[in-house]
């Protein structure tokens, strides 16, 4: 038997009360049931068993009572566990003694080497000083301008434009040397030549036949020194360069091949009898040339003073002697 004032849950629910708006709805509905049933006596609040707190809690919607369920978090693994890494220490040196010479601006200590104050950081040696070896933090390295090459390629330059200015206005000595500079050579035939002694088979004239396999030899074995070689101009020439030819022929020498001229004197003779003398030293083997410039030269004489693989059993050759002029054209 239930209790007087306990609420019955389940007595039935009263109506719900209407809102303004529907006031109009609630009462024709009531006027119609009322025409159809008869008047009806309300009953009241204690008598029904539910409190009018319960039923206006049972009216006002719940937050969140309608809400969709959180969705379920999937599990996870335990992580792998992983060693620490070791950590690398690298070796410090030890702090220097600050026991070297006081700053002359802040009277600190600083080790010996410091450029620089530990205190106040100004230099420590002078600025104009140069004890150190080379440039340190926050100096900038001096430029060494090598002066002495650029005075010589202006001596040069200087020399250079002088011979050619020389040249183009017509001073004799400089307008001869640049026009031989740049003349152009033509071979001058001998008409005459003489040598001081020959050997059998190698006469003089083999030296001037333009032949490198026929050569004159000088008849004595050893360097032969003082033997000579002279050649002789038909007509004053314009003399340049002299083409030597050493040994027996123009390709190297071999063991069995004849002495070759080492040092000789070469004497040039003008047509005013004056004698151009030039002490020469060649190579062992190959057709070398030699600057010899004299105007008006009438005759060349070669006089040896010692030679290559001069032996008792071998006397100096030479295989061709050649001449060189400027050209007219």
């Not at 996870?76 to 026991?99: F, I, S």
């Not at 010479?101 to 450029?115: Q, V």
């Not at 038909?234 to 004849?258: E, K, M, W």
């Not at 004489?301 to 010692?306: G, P």
């Amino acid at each position: 038997m239930p209790q007087q004032g306990a609420e019955d849950p389940t007595a039935p629910l009263p109506p719900a009360a209407p809102h303004d708006g529907d006031e109009g709805r609630g009462r024709s509905a009531q006027d119609s049931q009322a025409g159809q049933s008869g008047p009806s006596t309300p009953r009241p609040a204690g008598e029904q068993g539910i409190s009018e707190t319960g039923i206006r809690a049972l009216l006002v919607p719940v937050p969140g009572a309608n809400a969709a369920p959180p969705p379920e978090t999937p599990g996870v693994l335990p992580g792998r566990p992983e060693a620490a890494r070791p950590k690398v220490r690298t070796p410090q040196a030890a702090p220097e003694p600050e026991n070297g010479a006081p700053c002359r601006s802040c009277s600190a200590l600083n080790a010996p080497g410091r450029y620089f104050c530990r205190s106040c950081a100004i230099p420590l040696a002078e600025p104009a000083a140069e004890t150190a070896e080379g440039p340190y933090a926050g100096q900038r390295p001096r430029l060494h301008r090598n002066r002495t090459k650029w005075i010589t390629r202006a001596v040069v330059a200087a020399v250079i434009a002088a011979a050619v200015v020389g040249g183009i206005i017509g001073v004799p000595p400089a307008a001869r040397a640049v026009q031989d500079h740049f003349a152009k050579r033509v071979p001058v035939p001998a008409s005459k030549w003489k040598a001081s002694h020959s050997g059998p088979g190698h006469d003089a004239k083999l030296a001037f036949d333009t032949y490198s396999n026929t050569w004159w030899g000088t008849g004595y074995s050893g360097n032969s020194n003082g033997q000579y070689l002279e050649a002789t101009f038909g007509q004053p020439t314009d003399l340049l360069n002299v083409l030597i030819t050493p040994g027996a022929s123009a390709r190297p020498p071999q063991a069995a091949d004849p002495a070759r001229p080492h040092e000789f004197d070469l004497v040039v003779t003008d047509t005013a009898a004056k004698q151009h003398i030039w002490h020469l030293r060649i190579n062992d083997g190959g057709a070398q040339k030699l600057d010899v410039p004299v105007r008006n030269a009438m005759s060349v004489r070669l006089v040896l003073r010692s030679a290559y693989g001069a032996t008792d059993e071998k006397q100096v050759a030479i295989a061709e002697m050649e001449f060189f002029s400027r050209s007219t054209r």
